[in-house]
């Protein structure tokens, strides 16, 4: 009997092996002979699953978010009833990936976003990755200034638009933290700064929003929010 592939499998593994190789020589060391090598198959067995090397970088791309996305689940899991603001703040600390054990995927996710800049499929990948998160943290925010408003509801926030701002803030901080401006603890208060920032904007009492524990420690009800970011 044929041996079945694990299509979804091998295509994992090739993605994995896309990311070290980008760790190590940037994605234009990329090559579908190097990636079939550094994943261990043959040529053949890349090119059954991906035609072409964008449609391969493209997938590498994806997969390094969903890493990150299933870190930030799995933190909201663990505390099941943190407010919306504190969920943002764990969300955007992963995010950011400002500690030492994700410097690796920092490097490769900032690789893939020089290349967008010449390419528009990998753009084009970018930028619905970057709405997704968008839209849960700006109904993260919304969430935790409405928790935070007074009767009268003065003062709400432009819940769009500072969400933009932080997902800004937090691609800024990656790469000062990447190329040492910044220590992850400096950026890692730049960030919680910015946050206490924002709910002090918020009219009434301030929900607390923290923004995970220091870099250097161990690694969303704002779960329902991200959650529906995906799927």
């Known amino acids: 009997m044929p041996r079945q592939v694990d299509h979804a499998g091998r295509r994992r593994l090739i993605a994995e092996a896309v990311c070290r190789l980008a760790d190590e020589r940037g994605l234009e060391g990329v090559t579908l002979r190097d990636v079939a090598a550094r994943a261990q ?20 791309l994806g997969h390094i978010g ?7 689940q799995a933190r909201l899991v663990r505390s099941p009833a943190q407010s919306a603001g504190t969920a943002l703040g764990h969300a955007v600390t992963e995010i950011s990936l400002l500690r030492e054990e994700h410097r ?16 528009e499929v ?5 930028k619905a990755n970057y709405a997704t998160l968008h839209e ?21 926030l432009d819940a769009r638009r500072e969400a933009r ?6 691609d800024g901080l990656t ?21 206490a920032g924002l709910w002090e904007r918020s009219a009434g009492s301030t929900p607390r929003a923290e923004a995970g524990p220091p870099p250097a420690g161990p690694g969303r009800d704002g779960k329902s929010a991200l959650g529906r970011t995906r799927g």
Do not use: N
């Open 122 to 126: 990998l753009a084009g990948t970018l």
């Open 104 to 119: 690796a995927e920092a490097r490769v996710w900032l690789a893939f976003v020089a290349q967008a800049a010449v390419s």
């Open 66 to 72: 969903e890493q990150v996305m299933d870190r930030v």
């Open 41 to 60: 198959v043959s040529m053949g067995a890349v090119q059954r699953c991906f035609r072409t090397k964008e449609e391969m970088l493209v997938f590498a």
């Open 175 to 195: 790469t000062h933290v990447l190329i040492g401006h910044l220590t992850p603890e400096e950026a890692y208060d730049v960030l919680h700064a910015h946050l």
């Open 136 to 156: 849960a943290f700006t109904r993260l925010i919304a969430e935790a200034a409405e928790a935070g408003e007074d009767a009268d509801g003065a003062g709400r």
């Open 165 to 170: 701002t932080l997902l800004a803030l937090a």
